[in-house]
């Protein structure tokens, strides 16, 4: 999210989280000027998305927009996970997933990051607006939760349910929800957040 009507619009809702990029590349991202509404609800937890930007910039922008989740959509190591837990921050490890995808690639990162975050793999680092075969995660081993994402909107959420994932801690949704990049259309965030009570999952 980047406008901050919206952000407050949106934050009426009571999401779990909302997420702000920081990716220049990105159609989302913040830009150079951004401001978040002083008024924006603490019990809503600030996610910066980054992808394989250094250590410094990264704090840098938790301190400024008083963030306390970071996500990792690009390369990062391990150790950048591990420093940016020493600080306090809680880190979501992005994985894009096509039928290649070797789950013991996450065996390195099991103990320095507090969630795994599933998407789709294509030409954007999320935001992509397509799901992957989510039956592949049906091979998920580790005793670890993740986020799934990839393509969500209320018209596929509850599928996430018959799927009976049992590690599946919450769901990201972007571009299912979205009038155009970065601006969130209120009623489909409404309506996914009403489907999302029955899951019992966070957003």
Known sequence: MRDAENIQQVAKLKPDYMGFIFYEKSPRFVGENFLLPEDLSPEIKRVGVFVDQPEDYILAKAWKYGLSCIQLHGSESPDLCQALQKKNLMVI???????????????????????????????????????????????????????????????????????????????????????????????????????????????
């Open 93 to 203: 490890k992005v994985f894009s997933m096509d039928d290649s995808f070797n789950f013991m690639m996450l065996t390195p990162y099991r103990n320095v990051v507090d969630y795994f975050l599933f998407d789709t793999k294509g030409v954007y680092f999320g935001g992509n607006g397509v799901t992957f075969d989510w039956n592949m995660l049906t091979n998920y081993q580790f005793d670890f939760p993740f986020f799934l994402s990839g393509g969500l909107s209320p018209e596929n959420i509850l599928q996430v349910q018959e799927l009976k994932l049992e590690k599946l801690y919450g769901v990201d949704v972007n571009s299912g929800l979205e009038s155009s990049p970065g601006f969130k259309n209120l009623e489909k965030v409404r309506l996914l957040i009403s489907k999302l009570d029955n899951l019992k999952l966070n957003t």
